[in-house]
């Protein structure tokens, strides 16, 4: 018998406890977004942003705007 798991509820408590990777997740979507790929963007983006789950993500260490300097790592 095989364990499985939803993994939709994977990913939801993945960005709950972590938040580098919901901090990753977001530094996709904008990639997604500037790549011309919005429907893939908003749909990782609705795994960030529900209105029933505030999920606090951590203050970006790099600018992903133009008229702002970037920061290396």
Known sequence: MAVTRDVQK???ERIQNDPEFAAALL???IALFQ???PEIARLILL???RPEKF???P???VSHFINEPKTLL
Do not use: G
Request: avoid cysteine; charged fraction near 40%.
């Open 59 to 61: 203050k970006p260490s």
């Open 27 to 29: 530094s996709e979507v």
């Open 35 to 37: 790549n011309d790929e």
């Open 10 to 12: 994977t990913i939801e």
């Open 47 to 49: 795994d960030l942003v």
């Open 55 to 57: 999920i606090k993500l």
